[in-house]
């Protein structure tokens, strides 16, 4: 249940060690994108770490591993920091079906959140023991190409299983072997504009790429639906003729870059700050969509894939909306 706000509620200095190790685990992760870009710009000021600056921007400059698979840790993924972050919310994870090995999968992540939490709590991670789940499955979880340019923060990405999602990346993932597969957050970064607790709208009508993807890599398509995903933050209200949206969408068309002005709770109350709310997160990987190779897809055949993906995603919602989002303010609708 999502709680109303009332007057501002103060921890008590009593809160279990448990908690407090769960609620430390989160800052960390928040903290990790500022941490990482301090460290760098420190180093470029002192003269005895020059050369090693040098040498990793160079490093960078040159690094294909990006489209290439990324640098995958299973020490990084299986991180004991990882358990308690997941515990904090909690985050769990819910299959429908079995996956073949032999296959390649591409999995379409709904809703984006404000930062697809749920996403990389199972598939960045083994917190949830996705490699046990779905054993001889890799899945590569992808995000802006933009963000392999932010030193060091990208070698942390890549530990955990990150990589492009320029078309080649996704085909040279897929292209490995049997089991290699891809995530993809299918809404972008613009969903997360809309992202407020119990609201689930989609932007879906118009992704067709991964669709296309698809078929002419013979991928099976694996809807994914993260119920809850959309209530650990609030966000200031910006409807679609507000100036705050209208501000939000010019930023987005003139750098690529969403701003979502969001807020949740902080270390030491609940209800202010920036650390996300504890309400729990349920992953749902629903059932594979058989798709036949076909390298010159017609314009029909295209929306038929992409039909049979919506009803796939539509299943998970029926099935277990009642459930995972018993109060949720919309049903899951489909607004572009």
């Not at 118009?206 to 698809?214: P, Q, S, T, V």
């Not at 949206?245 to 700050?273: C, D, M």
Request: hydrophobic share 45%; net charge positive.
């Amino acid at each position: 249940m999502i709680p109303k706000k009332s007057k501002l509620r103060v921890a008590p200095f009593n809160v279990p060690f448990v908690r407090r190790r769960q609620t430390c685990a989160v800052f960390l992760w928040l903290i990790s994108l500022p941490s990482t870009i301090a460290l760098f710009l420190i180093s470029c000021t002192i003269p005895f770490f020059w050369p090693f600056v040098i040498a990793y921007s160079l490093f960078v400059l040159f690094d294909i591993a990006p489209e290439n698979g990324g640098r995958r840790s299973n020490f990084c993924r299986r991180l004991q920091l990882w358990k308690w972050y997941a515990d904090f919310f909690p985050v769990s994870l819910v299959k429908q079906a079995e996956l073949d090995p032999k296959k390649n999968y591409i999995f379409g992540y709904h809703p984006h959140g404000i930062i697809s939490v749920g996403a990389w709590t199972n598939f960045c991670t083994e917190a949830n023991n996705v490699s046990e789940v779905f054993p001889g499955v890799t899945i590569n979880m992808l995000m802006l190409t933009s963000n392999f340019n932010i030193p060091l923060y990208r070698d942390f990405f890549m530990a955990h299983g990150l990589c492009s999602v320029s078309r080649q990346s996704c085909v040279n993932i897929l292209e490995k072997g049997p089991g290699n597969s891809i995530l993809i957050v299918v809404g972008g970064a613009f969903e997360s504009l809309s992202a407020r607790p119990g609201v689930y709208n989609l932007i879906l009508k118009k992704r067709l790429g991964f669709i296309k993807l698809a078929l002419s890599k013979g991928a099976d398509l694996v809807p994914v639906f993260s119920f809850g995903e959309n209530d650990i933050w609030d966000q200031v209200n910006n409807e679609s003729n507000s100036f705050v949206f209208k501000l939000q969408s010019i930023v987005h068309k003139a750098s690529g870059v969403t701003i979502p002005l969001f807020h949740g709770r902080g270390i030491f109350n609940y209800e202010w700050g920036l650390l996300p709310h504890r309400r729990p997160i349920v992953t749902v990987v629903g059932k594979p969509i058989s798709v036949k190779q076909n390298d010159n897809p017609t314009n029909e055949e295209v929306l038929e894939l992409q039909n049979q993906y919506i009803n796939g995603l539509f299943e998970i919602w029926d099935q277990y909306k009642d459930v995972y989002a018993k109060d949720r303010v919309s049903d899951l609708t489909l607004v572009e």
